[in-house]
């Protein structure tokens, strides 16, 4: 009897690695063996409230590059996080999901409309866009590019940008990356298993 609990319970461990492991294959993602801390920027969201590099600390966030003229990869994109954060509501505590964050890269097109283009997919999910050297610095924090074609004579130029999504962490540090299309579940379970693991980080009080 004791040798059959014995087989039964190592059956079961290796069923939930085999599971772990076909999840892990369905999600594109990278975790950084060593987190990068994102280097001071100052944009603004959507509301038009200042939004800095202070902004991503004490709690974990996604972000993804794009511009709200973008046809395909951004609208997809977005609509896939928020089926990935409603699916990791199910994982972790309300209090632990992530901000998403849509990092737009096209201001002079973009800012008039970003809050409306970017509620549509979620009402929390927040846009910020500002000077383009600003921008610019953001994207090296988040391991991104994001190219504008110089004008033709009527002024219409082509935006080109990074389609991976960054994971910061609560101390303000990219520390991971996934690439569309996701996997809702698998996605949701990679997330909460890397949220899991660093789940003692707190962002620093002010003055330390």
């Not at 972000?63 to 994109?77: K, R, S, Y």
Request: glycine share 6%.
């Amino acid at each position: 009897m004791r040798k059959r609990r014995q087989l039964l319970a190592v059956n079961i461990i290796a069923a939930a690695v085999a599971c772990a492991t076909i999840a892990m294959a369905r999600v594109s993602g990278v975790v950084l063996d060593r987190p990068q801390l994102v280097q001071a920027f100052t944009l603004d969201d959507h509301n038009g409230k200042p939004f800095t590099a202070d902004s991503l600390k004490g709690h974990w966030s996604l972000i993804l590059a794009g511009f709200t003229n973008c046809p395909d990869v951004c609208p997809f994109t977005l609509a896939n996080l928020e089926q990935v954060v409603a699916e990791l509501g199910l994982r972790v505590r309300p209090d632990h999901l992530p901000a998403v964050i849509f990092l737009a890269v096209d201001p002079d097109r973009d800012r008039p409309n970003l809050k409306d283009y970017v509620v549509q997919f979620h009402p929390d999910f927040v846009g910020v866009t500002g000077a383009l050297d600003q921008i610019d610095r953001m994207l090296k924090g988040m391991d991104a590019i994001a190219v504008r074609s110089k004008p033709d004579a009527h002024g219409n130029y082509q935006v080109t940008h990074s389609a991976a999504v960054a994971v910061i962490d609560p101390l303000g540090r990219l520390c991971a990356k996934i690439s569309p299309p996701f996997d809702p579940a698998p996605t949701a379970q990679f997330l909460a298993d890397l949220f899991h693991q660093h789940g003692n980080l707190r962002a620093p009080e002010n003055g330390q």
